[in-house]
């Protein structure tokens, strides 16, 4: 055990110096987190679509900020917006009685998440680690990311265990530079956020004695940014920007 937490933190130290999307982050499995074990850690893996008013190879230009916010631009780089559609995380936690802790990574992004935790409420926080400047579009002095999130739950006998979330956090996307920001023409993701408010829902359910599966959604109404779009007259039209993310987890310890 010991030995396995060594290599996390190994693996997330390595990553701090990697400098690529080591900012970016989003909510975190609820599920996983109501899930209590005081004798062992609770290891997770989750897999997350989100699909809605993402930014998947588009320009940036259709994505506009309801108050100004600076942007650091190179008169000789092409910026490209990207927002991952699949997300993959994992993480480890522990129970400490109604105290609950743990760590772990949002693809590349090494996360910290605390709270409180019982059998029919939780309180979830959680952080990135990575706050201090490096090359970025937006946010210019403090990049951080995290959030947190309200979590009611009703178990059903001794097995099924379903939930609602309510959810503030401050998510994040990558903006991609095309120059010699890294160099051989290789782009240089620089992380881009907004504040998003929303709340959704969850089942977990055993698959073995030591091994549930989570499945859960989640909706989230960003608060940084409206979406320009034209109509039929070719006007400018600005909408919500809304984003719908499914997630399957599997928890065990």
Known sequence: ???????IVLAMCSLLFVGCSVAIIHPPSAAAFMEKN?????RNASLTVT???IAYGENDERYIAKEKVGRIEHEDWFYKATEWPIEFSVSMQRSVGYFKYGLG????????QAGFVCDYFGIMGWSNLWVWQQEKVEHKY????GGV???EQ??????????????????GREDYTYGDAIGFGIPMPMPIFYDEIGGGGYVSFPLMETLRIGVEFRYGRDLTYKR???????????????RYSITASIIGW
């Open 142 to 145: 403090f990049q951080w990311g």
């Open 105 to 112: 990574l949002d693809f590349i992004t090494p996360y910290i």
């Open 1 to 7: 055990m010991a030995r396995g937490i060594l290599w």
């Open 228 to 242: 320009v779009e034209k109509n039929s007259s070719d006007e400018d039209v600005v909408r919500d920007i809304n």
């Open 38 to 42: 005081e004798e062992s850690f609770v």
């Open 154 to 171: 009703l178990p059903i006998g001794k097995k099924i265990r379903i939930g609602l979330t309510q959810h503030w956090s401050r998510n």
């Open 51 to 53: 699909v809605g008013d």
């Open 149 to 151: 999130s309200i979590i």
